[in-house]
């Protein structure tokens, strides 16, 4: 009789499930847990955007019920400058990767999604919310001790209401789906069961949009930011691993 696998010799499931439907790939983050950016996670959604770049016009990224993406694997955040550093710098690739993307991004934020989840809000290009005065989304990173990186505070700068930046960034102010609407982390609050609907057909839309216009056009616009961001890498790595540390 052959032995059976322990637990840990289990295969585990993927952390973000790849669906194509029509001209629409929908990645899902699903880890059971909160969906936070570990190393599993950001490999698992490149190789999903490998084959929506090849196959889909538009994406869509979502989370489970209740949990968008509760950024960075803290764990790993504060395990040590080898351990830390390349998952910072794969989260990073990954937002650049989204911000310049050449297909249409759309968010559906089916629940929580702080600091690196509220990143990933703000280099989709449509983002639709699920309303509950439960969810807090929000760029909380100065509330747990890192200070404000240059990929932050430009994608803050490009994406946020400008009237509400020092307390989206500075302040770490946290906020319910009505309020991330009214600042600019989300374009559309829905009932928790028509987000991904919703998401789908926004994504529907954008597909039709001439592809070759979308993509350059998205350049044209993002590339400053982009290459801003890729500059001060380096630093941001620094402020980071620093703090992680403290």
């Known amino acids: 009789m052959l032995p059976c696998p322990t637990l840990d010799e289990l295969p585990m499931p993927d952390p973000a499930r790849y669906e194509h439907h029509g001209s629409i790939a929908v990645i899902t983050l699903d880890d ?17 955007l490998d084959r929506a770049e090849a196959e889909a016009r538009a994406v869509v990224l979502a989370g ?3 949990r968008f993406c509760a950024g ?23 937002f650049m990767r989204l911000y310049g993307f050449p ?3 759309v968010a559906a934020c089916t629940g929580h999604a702080l600091a690196g989840g509220a990143l990933l809000l703000l280099v989709s ?16 990173e100065v509330a747990i001790g890192i200070p404000l990186p240059v990929l932050l505070r430009r994608l803050a700068e490009d994406r946020l ?9 500075l302040l770490a102010e946290v906020y319910d789906p009505a309020g991330e609407r009214r600042v600019g ?24 949009l001439p592809g070759r216009a979308f993509a350059r056009s998205k350049t044209s616009l993002r590339e400053a ?18 703090a992680g540390q403290q």
């Open 225 to 242: 930011s982009i290459r801003q961001i890729e500059a001060a890498l380096d630093e941001d790595l620094d402020r980071i691993l620093q």
């Open 161 to 169: 209401d400008p009237r509400h930046g020092v307390a989206d960034t």
């Open 103 to 105: 297909r249409p991004v």
């Open 72 to 94: 960075f694997d803290l764990r790993v955040l504060t395990a040590g400058r080898e351990a830390a550093k390349p998952l910072v710098e794969a989260g990073a690739r990954l």
């Open 32 to 48: 059971g847990k909160a969906n936070a950016l570990g190393f599993d996670m950001i490999a698992a959604l490149q190789g999903a």
């Open 125 to 140: 290009d449509a983002r639709i919310g699920a309303a509950g005065a439960a969810f807090k989304l929000g760029l909380n």
């Open 185 to 208: 982390y989300l374009d559309e609050v829905v009932e928790p069961d028509a987000v991904l609907a919703r998401a789908v057909a926004r994504a529907e839309a954008l597909a039709k």
């Open 64 to 66: 489970r019920p209740g």
